[in-house]
């Protein structure tokens, strides 16, 4: 509870104190970067016993890390969830570190765009924290990875960036998980008036 409470009151100090001495719009960023690293910091110390996924994501992974290379592909999971599992067991056999990795993944692309879009950080946080994706990020690690990339090409289609929209879809769909699960946190619409609902793949696949 202690860190819960932290993640809301970091981020308001660090505003607070930024924005005496600069902008708002940078304040707000200063915020933001609080506020995942924060995040950041409780995923990579969290339980491995954290939610009700955790301890199956640990026995793919072992499971993958003893496999050869030939036989990695033969599991019933998304081919490039199992690569990074297979990767990371290479470089550093132990599940703590592949919990690392896949936090570095989710949170820092979402920390990159909501940094550039955040209008309000405070309520920005406040309404994420209380999201079904603040939760999922915490056990459902294929989920958290492939919520991070529709963030990421969001950002894109933004930009009008369509290439680069279209590959990470078609990299997160094929590769990390199904088109139907990979959601983005509805408080991004609210940063980004050129995108509207509803808050999945599925709209642009259809479109």
Known sequence: MILFYLMLIGPLLTYALVSRT???????????????IILFIILILRSESTGIDLENYKYYFNLIAESGWNRIFSFNLEPGYVLLNKLTSVIFNDFRFFMI?????????????????TRNAGIEIVIFINMSTFIMMFSGLRQAIAISLGLVALSYAQERKLVKFILIILFATRNILSASATDVPPNFWTMSPILYPPFSFGFWLLI
């Open 101 to 117: 990795i896949v936090a570095a993944i989710t949170v820092f692309p979402m920390m990159s765009v909501y940094r550039k879009n």
């Open 22 to 36: 600069t902008r708002r719009e940078y304040a707000n960023r200063a915020a933001i970067t609080c506020f995942f």
